[in-house]
């Protein structure tokens, strides 16, 4: 017994290498994107507390903290591959 033939596909046909050249393009860095986690509230309360105290907003504040914490803790890893 034959195999019945295949659905035809819906997909229809693929895009012109013309229609297709801006998809290579990488984003903007510095386009600013969503950050969604869970924290506690007690976290939450202490985070915008320091950052009133700083004059700062919780973003700014967040930022620094992590820069802060990159260049204390990768700045040997990135030396010992002679980079940065």
């Not at 290498?17 to 903007?28: D, V």
């Not at 924290?39 to 620094?64: C, G, P, T, Y």
């Amino acid at each position: 017994m034959a195999k019945p033939p295949k659905p035809p596909t819906k997909k229809g046909a693929p895009p012109t290498s013309a229609a297709t050249h801006r998809n290579l393009k990488q984003p903007n860095p510095n386009r600013l994107v969503d950050l969604n986690f869970k924290v506690s509230f007690d976290f939450k309360k202490r985070m915008r507390q320091l950052a009133l105290e700083q004059n700062l907003n919780v973003k700014d504040l967040l930022i620094r903290a992590f820069e802060d914490y990159e260049r204390k803790h990768r700045s040997g890893i990135y030396s010992e591959l002679g980079m940065r």
